[in-house]
């Protein structure tokens, strides 16, 4: 009864109802690259974090800001504003904390995967940019799930946030975790969500890209099929493709990034076995 009162308001009143109802909250962990967890501490209708949205959440009658930390995020006092409903805006204020990355040096055979020729650079720019797009997107008729299971069965690998250097050159540092397992291996949909985007792209190799709601989005690269068509509902443990070793890669092995507010942070703070 209660959900059917709100939806009505919600029709009524466009401006009421923002925060959507979830049932767990991910890992809080204040450093670049992690996840803060703030409490409005007010009914806001909106958030913002260095001019992007950010995903406002109502756990168990509480209302939390769930926010993405760059990995280049500078440590100390970092704030977001929130609006309510009648204009008015409050700023809220978090510290993001020191944590140390190390250094991973790859060896790829590919030259060209280190040092695109012109032609690539264009491909490049090109796939960076539909991608950012479909990390951008922004789809309320979602409601986001943050209990994740692994989306393969392999070993997973501590190294989102890496400092990455190829062919002894410095890189972006690593911005997703590495499951290895064998090429072939099932993928599957860690949580609910619509195919946003798939692509055969020039480092990620064979993509997907699936909307959980409320910016919170993920990535599938390096794929050897991809199961699943663009605009697809699926459900938490369905199928969406296998493991390969398309694109940049040293072996076969999925690559899993999860983006918040279009932050790639680490994927491990959204695990529950
Ligand atoms: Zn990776």
Not at 4 to 10: E, G, P, V
Not at 28 to 49: F, K, Q
Not at 66 to 95: M, Y
Not at 250 to 259: K, R, Y
């Amino acid at each position: 009864m209660r959900r059917i009162l709100l939806c009505c308001a919600a029709l009524l009143c466009p401006f009421f109802v923002h925060a959507v109802e979830v049932t767990s909250l991910p890992v809080a962990s204040n450093v670049p690259g992690g996840v803060a967890i703030v409490e409005t501490a007010m009914t806001a209708t909106e958030g913002h974090y260095r001019n992007d949205k950010i995903m406002l959440v109502d756990f168990e009658g509480t209302q939390y800001a769930i926010i993405g930390i760059p990995l280049n995020a500078a440590i100390g006092e970092h704030s977001l504003t929130l609006e309510s409903a009648d204009g008015t805006k409050v700023t809220r204020l978090f510290t993001v904390q020191d944590k140390l990355y190390v250094e991973q040096r790859l060896t790829i055979t590919n030259e060209r995967q280190v040092n695109p020729n012109n032609d690539d650079m264009v491909r490049i720019n090109r796939e960076s940019a539909e991608m950012n797009e479909a990390f951008s997107s922004w789809d309320e008729t979602l409601q986001p799930v943050f209990a994740m299971r692994a989306p393969v069965d392999g070993v997973r690998s501590s190294s989102f946030g890496l400092k990455r250097f190829f062919n002894e050159q410095p890189r972006a540092p690593h911005s997703g975790m590495d499951i290895a397992a064998p090429e072939g291996t099932p993928i599957y949909a860690p949580a609910p969500g619509v195919v946003r985007s798939t692509g055969e792209y020039f480092f990620n190799g064979n993509t997907i890209i699936l909307d959980h709601g409320h910016g919170l989005i993920s990535l599938y690269c390096h794929m050897n099929t991809i199961d699943v068509a663009p605009g697809t509902r699926v459900e938490a443990g369905e199928q969406i493709g296998k493991v390969g070793q398309t694109g940049r890669v040293t072996g076969p092995h999925l690559h899993w990034s999860i983006n918040l507010n279009n932050v790639r942070v680490d994927p491990a703070l959204f695990i529950q076995d």
